[in-house]
């Protein structure tokens, strides 16, 4: 081990470069993408999502893993910002507060011009690199964001939404969620319902990336299995090394594999090492592992900063991914193997979608088929629409006898 390590740093000082020189020299040209942060979650709950509140200028922010500062030192040069509202607005005000979140994520971009553009493509990302922007998308974390509405999934993609979660941690009426698999939740949808699958179609449609990070083993065959587009884990681990169910298990990452699709690794302490302590090494054995089991190319980073309480010792804020990469670099990862996990297999992955949405929305009419009125949980929402054509069709003697009247009528005849 000692001597091997001295070898090691013997080759990098006869290259002239550390580890973390070539790493930096890496993400001048090629800078992180990263799959989830939960920034906009805290300016809600810190500051009610007032941008000019003392103390929340996004500068000097200090209470949070990220702010403008560490995103530079940490070579970030696009982020999907999570617009996440907890499960328990579902069948409450979860389209408001989305929107809500969506809407703080557009105005950290006009409020910060220098640091942030908003984009909504691949091209864009690769533009914003050049102009040397941190590239700002939108990643919606829940499926209970859409209230069974595939109106409102269309609204939230002219938004600027591209990709969504299929579930948080709760089921919704047409995908279940990870607790199905601890048996903290009962299936509903044994994966996607039928409705399900026409949200999965739609996002094929429109070209929003799905994301399987806190859905249900079944959810994410049923997905990977019906999807056009490859897809995404925003930020999921690998089972193999904590068993836990946010984790991708093997099969799955056969998967992955086989579909071009991408694992972007969670630092959550919790999801690294299954305890409250874990290092940037045990990050980087999960990311060897993905690598191993699942190609170089399925490998991302989704960091999940401000959106946990325990990172690892050395990956504390947005500010350490040279770390980590210099790190890969010791572990003899080449350069367009770190590329891949940085940026190109994310970009792979969502031109892939474009193009699938360019192709199908010649072919494909848009998705409409309500979901039936009765999956839909106790609420306070209103059923225009459904008093209607749809409550005859669950009702096919109902349909009869209201035509009845007609076909009678003198009127008719
Ligand atoms: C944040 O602070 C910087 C200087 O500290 C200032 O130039 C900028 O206008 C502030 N931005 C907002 C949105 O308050
Ligand atoms: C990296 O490659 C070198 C030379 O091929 C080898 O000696 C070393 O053991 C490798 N290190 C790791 C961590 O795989
Ligand atoms: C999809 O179509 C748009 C609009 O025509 C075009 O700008 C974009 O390059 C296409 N994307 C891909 C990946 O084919
Ligand atoms: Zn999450």
Redesign the pocket.
Known sequence: MWTSWWLWALVAMCAGETWREQAERIMQQTPVIDGHNDLPWQLLTKFNNQLYHQGSNLSTLASTHTNIPKLRAGFVGAQFWSAYVPCDTQNKDAVKRTLEQIDVIQRMCQEYPETFKCVT???DIRQAFQEGKVASLVGVEGGHSIDSSLGVLRALYHLGMRYLTLTHSCNTPWADNWLVDTGEDEPESQGLSEFGESVVREMNRLGIMIDLAHVSVATMKAALQLSSAPVIFSHSSAYQLCAHKRNVPDDVLQLVKATGSLVMVNFYTDYVSCSAQATLTQVADHLDYIKAVAGAEAVGLGGDYDGVTRLPVGLEDVSKYPDLVAELLQRNWTEAEIKGMLAENLLRVF??V??V??RTQTSHKPEEKPIALDKLGDSCRTQYGYSAAPSLSLRPGALLASLAPLLLSPHLL
Request: aromatic fraction near 0%; glycine fraction near 0%.
């Open positions: 493509s691949s091209q031109a892939a474009e193009e949405s360019n």
